[in-house]
């Protein structure tokens, strides 16, 4: 489990250029959540989640896992990123191998494994995210934008971490293949019981997948609840640049014309079960 407590954040600190961008943030992540984050641009959800596995230190209160400050001197913060695996929204910032298959294996390798679980970890990590095994021997330069982001979010599986930390995963990838991404993902996290934390800008991706949604404005907390119940409050959230799923606004529209619905869907298969309820077609 991670825990935040009053976490702040201010980029370069004690100069002229001194900017916050996390302020008093609390939060828990459970274990085995599908959790997302949303937020206009700037409002912080960038800079929280690389709080998560100790890459940026703040400049207030406390990150914890497992009970234990992440920046105790004696916690192994190295460790700590096996356990908590950061996909960033630009996969060029964590390619760098010649291979693919030798960028998904580099992760396990510095876990010190054996030789053939490492192998086998990059080959389940790539078979997850539909990389075939004709482009295991390609640099991942020569990759499509598409298949740079699926190679790097191997490379985090490979690790089999406890928590998965995925900024945009699905930016760059048509329809198709952002449902591959995310199904594989939800079905990895069934799986293996581990906590997927999803930062997205798709309110669809969000409404259909995640339990649990916090949106992030200015640097504070503004919503964080259960991702339906969140998204009721789509008057607020365009307030501060965001919106609902589309549905939403459909299902609002048709109970404002005397449609009576039961409440307001978030997902397409919630409107349709309501609007089946309603007019009796099965």
Known sequence: MLYLDKVNYIYQKGTAMEMPALHDVTLEIGDGEF????????????????????????????????????????????????????VFQYPEYQLFETTVEKDVEFGPSNMKLPKLEIQMRAFEALKTVGIG?????????????????????????????????????????????????????????????????????????????????????????????????????????EKIGLAAPQVTYLTAALINRGIPLPGIATTVEEAREMLRAVTGVK
Not at 39 to 50: A, D, Y
Not at 56 to 65: C, H, M, Q, S
Not at 68 to 74: A, H, K, L, P, Y
Not at 209 to 235: C, K, W
């Open 133 to 237: 095994e004709d482009l295991y021997d390609v640099s991942p330069f020569d990759l499509s934008g598409g298949q740079k982001r699926r190679v790097a979010i191997a490379g985090v599986l490979a690790m089999k971490p406890e928590v998965i930390v995925l900024d945009e995963p699905t930016a760059g990838l048509d329809p198709c293949g952002r449902d591959e991404i995310l199904e594989a993902i939800d079905r990895i996290r069934k799986e293996r019981k581990i906590t997927v934390v999803l930062v997205s800008h798709s309110m669809e991706d969000v409404a259909r997948y995640v339990d649990r949604l916090i949106v992030m404005d200015h640097g504070s907390v503004r919503f964080n609840g259960p991702t339906h119940e969140v998204f009721q409050n789509y008057a607020e959230l």
């Open 35 to 86: 959790i997302g984050i949303i937020g206009h641009t700037g409002s912080g959800k960038s800079t929280l989640i690389q709080h998560l596995n100790g890459l940026v230190r703040p400049t207030g209160g406390n990150i914890y896992y497992n009970g234990r400050d992440i920046w105790d001197e004696d916690f192994s913060r190295k460790e700590l990123r096996t356990k908590v695996g950061l």
